[in-house]
C-alpha cells in the first residue's frame, strides 16, 4: 500500500471522486431540495472552496515553496501563516468541498459517502506522507503546528 503514497495526483483522485459522486447520483434518488436553496448552496460551498484553495496556492507561491503534492520533501519552507491558521490542507479542503457542493447541486445524498472516501484516501495516501516529510524537514516546528491546527479544518 505505500507504493500509493503520493503517487496520484490529488487532482486525478478527485477527477476520479467527482465520476463516482456523478455516477451514485444517477443510480439512486435524488432528494428533494427547492430549486434556490440547492443553487444558494452549491454557490456558497464552492465559493468557500474556491477561496480556500486559491488561498492555499498563493500561500505557497509567496513562500516561494513547492505546491507540487508528488514530493513534498521538497518543500522549502513552512507555511503556517493566512489560511494555514485554519486548516493544514486548505487545497484539498477545496476538493473535498468541491466534491460536497456536487453532490448537493445533484441532489444526492448517496454520493457524500464518496467524499468520506475521498478524504480517508487523501488523508492515508497523501497527507500523512506530506505530514512525516514536513516532520522530517521542520522537525519541532512542524510538530508544534500540527498541534495547533486541525488536518481539514
Known sequence: MNKLETKIPPVAIFIVAALLVWVVSKQTSPI????IARWVLTISITLFGLVM???????FIKADTTV???EPEKAESLVDTGVYRISR???YLALALALIAL??????L??????LL???YMTRFQIFPEE??????????YIEYMKNVRRWI
Open 32 to 35: 428533494d431540495i427547492p430549486v
Open 53 to 59: 484553495g486559491l488561498l492555499g496556492v498563493f500561500s
Open 68 to 70: 507540487n503534492p508528488i
Open 89 to 91: 490542507n486548505p487545497m
Open 103 to 108: 453532490s448537493v447541486y445533484l441532489q444526492s
Open 110 to 115: 448517496w454520493s457524500l459517502p464518496v467524499v
Open 118 to 120: 475521498f478524504m480517508i
Open 132 to 141: 512525516r516529510a514536513m516532520i522530517k524537514l521542520f522537525g519541532e516546528e
